[in-house]
């Protein structure tokens, strides 16, 4: 379940939100609009920690082939001392 950022639009937070809170919430649900304590209007924060590394394939892969490229390289490494000796 994916973990959404808001902020209270508004200058005035609720004490219980303090301007800024976590949720979260099931894909599909409606984005949110209010806090659900204070009824005032808010907004997704766009967070960067959490969402882009899952959702974007363009750092996924640059991961995937950093790990790739240092394990392939010590394995063929390996291997091939062992059966070419
Ligand atoms: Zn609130």
Redesign the pocket.
Known sequence: MPIYEYE?VEGE??K??GGRFELRRPLGRPELTA?P??K?AVRRVLSAPNTPRVAKPLSLSEAKNAGFSVLKRRDTGVYENLTGS
């Open positions: 209270v937070s609720c219980a939100c806090c304590l204070c005032k």
